[in-house]
């Protein structure tokens, strides 16, 4: 069973970059493509961005600017980093497994970034 | 605003079946046969229950079915249960200058 596990600060000052690390477990990193999707508290999901293995990548065009994916095989990881926060980044942070066309069928627990000065 | 258009909240007693409607336009939902829906409990990330407008993961009660007409996508939950009450999100592709994966706002669905 693929897990996904989410890490990073949890509290960020505006105009700093939000860097968060997913680890995948259970399966291998070189089959998908992984991707990021976030939810402000109350809201609804938005997707960021996904990335596959030999990191070809696609990005919502509204974050596009201010964001950057990466992925490290060896370590069965994949990361994403936003610059220039803003309290309106604060959200909770998933990491997901891309399965097919916009099929997310795994999901990390999630992480609560918190944008405050 | 979100991309997709969803009721803000739907509501049904136990045994009841329900519908959810996703709309979209004739650059996503209609261009594509790419919907998904997921469940969210409170506190917990969301599962996938539907994938390709009708299909449903292994292990996802066939309670839940998935159908599209236009640019309108929709999601039956029959045979309402207590533990079906939280939050679903419907997710399709869109295509407007470049492809990418937009989310219906989401529906907060109460079993009365």
């Known amino acids: 069973q693929v897990q996904l596990q989410e890490s990073g600060p949890g509290l960020l000052k505006p105009s700093e970059t939000l860097s968060l690390t997913c680890t995948v477990s259970?399966?291998?990193?070189?089959?998908?493509?992984w991707g990021w999707i976030r939810q402000p508290p109350g809201m609804g999901l938005e997707w960021i961005a996904y990335?596959?293995?030999?990191?070809?990548?696609n990005y919502n065009p509204s974050l596009k600017s201010r964001v950057t994916t990466s992925v490290d095989t060896s370590k069965s990881q994949f990361s994403l980093e936003m610059n220039s926060v803003t309290a309106a980044d604060t959200a909770v942070y998933y990491c997901?497994?891309?399965w097919g066309y916009g099929r997310f069928d795994f999901w990390g627990q999630g992480t609560l970034v918190t944008v405050s000065s | 605003q979100s991309a997709l258009t969803q009721p803000a909240s739907v509501s049904g007693s136990p045994g009841q079946s329900i519908t959810i409607s996703c709309t979209g336009t004739?650059?996503?939902?209609?261009?594509?046969?790419?919907v998904s829906w997921y469940q969210q409990h409170p506190g917990r990330a969301p599962k996938l229950i539907i994938y390709?407008?009708?299909n449903r993961p292994s292990g996802v009660s066939n309670r839940f079915s998935g159908s599209k007409s236009g640019n309108t996508a929709s999601l039956t939950i029959s045979g309402l249960q207590a533990e079906d009450e939280a939050d679903y999100y419907c997710?399709?592709?869109?295509?407007?200058?470049?492809?990418?994966?937009?989310f219906g706002g989401g529906t907060k669905l109460t079993v009365l």
């Open positions: 997710n399709s592709y869109r295509n407007v200058a470049t492809l990418y994966v937009v």
């Open positions: 004739s650059s996503d939902i209609g261009a594509f046969n790419y």
């Open positions: 390709d407008v009708s």
């Open positions: 259970g399966g291998s990193i070189s089959l998908y493509y």
């Open positions: 990335i596959d293995h030999s990191g070809v990548s």
């Open positions: 997901v497994r891309l």
